[in-house]
């Protein structure tokens, strides 16, 4: 194999993202001996990621703010446990999403329920189906899109929602998701297919075609 | 293939994790059905929007209490040691 190839305009983004693994590789690394920059650089690095994670799964700032806040000190006191079979990031949303789910529990405790069983597939045909018309991203002005993704997404029951959020929003894999939730991966599945159907249903009030705006 | 069985795949569809020959039949009944067709690119619009891989900044008040609550435990652990 020869050296690595220089970024060019037809591989722009090969670098970067290597780098960015083995970056975060090695401040655990530095972090693991106790070196308090290493671990701050990986904070400011996700920290971001980490409030809009929790922020999607209690829809409470106050209470994403407390998870998020419980997720680095705690991840930071078990730092040594990290075996490193996973990335950091994935540990971290691990932690994350506990911290977010015990909060949501408090608040809505009747309503958080992932060791249930999985449903029939009978309720799941879509009862109303309306052409959208052109591209919602088009005829939506930003702040006003950010407006009705919240809304729904708020209305999504937050079983379903906090699969949709690590499978969609955060972009972890199946399995992964399973694992973060101790949950089987066909029910990771089964909730992620309502949760998708639930949300188009949701958006299609406001994308149908034929809306005034 | 008939519309409830696209319905209860359009996940595994969607995140290219149909047997090949699962998803031909599939692409086939999307082709004859309008309705399917259009709950299809729906939902894949939905993932899209949601989808958002941008930086986030974190609100500043909050940046500086989660600073502030990290600087005290490392502290703390460093006084331990």
Redesign the interface.
Known sequence: MGPPKPLSASNPHRLPSRVARDDEHLLVAAAKR?D?DA??EL?TRY???I??LTMNITRNREDA?DA??EA??KS??HLKDFQEDSRFYTWLVRIAVNEALMRLRKRRPNQVSLDEPIEG?ED???RE????GP???QRFAQTE?HEI?SEV?DKLEPDFRVV?VLR??E?LS?EETAKVLGISVPAV?SR??RA??K??QK??RY?RQGRTN | MNCKSVIREISNYLDGELEPSVKQELEQHLEDCDDCKVVVDQVRLTVDVFCDSKPVELPSDIKSRLHEALRRKMKEKGNQA
């Open positions: 106790g308090a671990f701050e904070v920290e971001g990621k409030f809009r703010e998020m806040q680095f000190l930071y006191a597939a799941l045909m879509p189906i309306e052409d959208w591209s919602p991203e899109m993704l997404i949709f969609d929003m972009e199946t599945k992620l297919l998708r159907l949300l188009r958006l299609s994308f």
